[in-house]
């Protein structure tokens, strides 16, 4: 038998809602068009479908394999029309790119320098934003891909391992901790700790670190400015953690130093994020090749499969 695709859809959506009415006003039909579609498309089967129970419908156990068969054929039929309007924008040559105020500072010049090279037709927007805003955005489909901390990732998104990225515990010089060679993270428990704010990637890393060793520090700052807590930790003798190279000329000119930490620095993934679902366009491909794999020649099949 050949299915009348027309059909079936009709039908999908009837399933989604075990509806006429429901159904009609979906596919901005009439109720009675839905209903003489349906049977229709039960004829063509030669099977029963679904049957009444009361003022409920119910699927047969062939009706209910069917559904969610077509529920996987129009999740593709929706991605290649997504693919097919994306590209026909003016914009299909832009990549939006979201990531931590720590990234954009530390890791994406060099990377988003490396791809303009590489693709200088290809016009880059980078957003800042803490983890939590920026996968948000990513499932509003206001980026095209984002970057941050690892997380549990909704089922929603398909993520690509990235880098290690290693927080070092830093202070004034005169800070008490510097009478010391090194010292135990468990001595924060007596310190007043300058952090990023809820939703950051980096925050999560830090409290997970000090949960391991039962630590709860006297006092915790919330910041999303690292200028702020730089001048804080100056006046008021706080410590933070942050990555080296955001406080490279602190460090060099000697108003920051690190302090060695006797079980290690702060470490944790950061990983490249993508919507699991969406098409994945020529900009997305070539950027994860280069962040990844160093060569714009990654497959397709290795860039979608999940």
Same mark, same amino acid.
């Given at each position: 038998?050949?299915?009348?695709?027309?059909?079936?859809?009709?039908?999908?959506?009837?399933?989604?809602?075990?509806?006429?009415?429901?159904?009609?006003?979906?596919?901005?039909?009439?109720?009675?068009?839905?209903?003489?579609?349906?049977?229709?498309?039960?004829?063509?089967?030669?099977?029963?479908?679904?049957?009444?129970? =009361?003022?409920?419908?119910?699927?047969?156990?062939?009706?209910?394999?069917?559904?969610?068969?077509?529920?996987?054929?129009?999740?593709?039929?929706?991605?290649?029309?997504?693919?097919?309007?994306?590209?026909?924008?003016?914009?299909?040559?832009?990549?939006?790119?979201?990531?931590?105020?720590?990234?954009?500072?530390?890791?994406?010049?060099?990377?988003?320098?490396?791809?303009?090279?590489?693709?200088?037709?290809?016009?880059?927007?980078?957003?800042?934003?803490?983890?939590?805003?920026?996968?948000? #955005?990513?499932?509003? #489909?206001?980026?095209?891909?984002?970057?941050?901390?690892?997380?549990?990732?909704?089922?929603?998104?398909?993520?690509?391992?990235?880098?290690?990225?290693?927080?070092?515990?830093?202070?004034?010089?005169?800070?008490?901790?510097?009478?010391?060679?090194?010292?135990? /993270?468990?001595?924060?428990?007596?310190?007043?700790?300058?952090?990023?704010?809820?939703?950051? =990637?980096?925050?999560?890393?830090?409290?997970?670190?000090?949960?391991?060793?039962?630590?709860?520090?006297?006092? /915790?700052?919330?910041? =999303?400015?690292?200028?702020?807590?730089?001048?804080?930790?100056?006046?008021?003798?706080?410590?933070?953690?942050?990555?080296?190279?955001?406080?490279?000329?602190?460090?060099?000119?000697?108003?920051?130093?690190?302090?060695?930490?006797?079980?290690?620095?702060?470490?944790?993934?950061?990983?490249?994020?993508?919507?699991?679902?969406?098409?994945?366009?020529?900009?997305? #491909?070539?950027?994860?090749?280069?962040?990844?794999? =160093?060569?714009?020649?990654?497959?397709?099949?290795?860039?979608?499969?999940?």
């Amino acid at each position: 038998m050949t299915i009348n695709l027309k059909h079936l859809e009709t039908f999908y959506h009837f399933c989604r809602f075990l509806s006429m009415t429901r159904a009609a006003e979906t596919m901005n039909v009439s109720q009675s068009a839905i209903s003489q579609q349906i049977q229709l498309f039960q004829e063509e089967c030669a099977v029963k479908l679904f049957y009444r129970e =009361g003022n409920q419908y119910r699927l047969t156990d062939v009706g209910e394999s069917i559904f969610l068969l077509s529920k996987v054929i129009f999740a593709r039929l929706a991605q290649i029309e997504d693919m097919l309007e994306e590209s026909r924008r003016p914009t299909s040559g832009m990549l939006r790119i979201g990531t931590t105020k720590d990234y954009a500072a530390t890791l994406m010049p060099d990377l988003v320098s490396r791809f303009q090279e590489r693709f200088p037709e290809i016009m880059v927007k980078l957003n800042e934003g803490n983890s939590f805003e920026l996968l948000a #955005r990513l499932r509003d #489909r206001k980026e095209d891909l984002v970057v941050v901390a690892r997380t549990h990732y909704d089922s929603c998104f398909k993520s690509f391992p990235f880098t290690i990225v290693e927080l070092s515990l830093v202070a004034r010089p005169e800070h008490p901790f510097f009478k010391q060679d090194r010292i135990s /993270i468990r001595n924060l428990s007596d310190a007043l700790l300058i952090i990023r704010e809820k939703g950051s =990637g980096s925050r999560d890393a830090i409290l997970r670190k000090l949960a391991e060793h039962n630590v709860k520090p006297a006092s /915790i700052i919330e910041s =999303g400015s690292l200028n702020f807590m730089q001048a804080y930790a100056k006046s008021r003798m706080g410590i933070f953690f942050v990555t080296a190279n955001e406080v490279a000329d602190e460090l060099a000119s000697g108003a920051l130093k690190k302090i060695d930490i006797l079980e290690g620095n702060v470490k944790f993934p950061a990983d490249i994020v993508v919507l699991r679902e969406k098409p994945m366009m020529a900009p997305v #491909r070539k950027f994860l090749a280069i962040a990844i794999r =160093g060569s714009e020649n990654i497959s397709l099949d290795t860039m979608t499969q999940h």
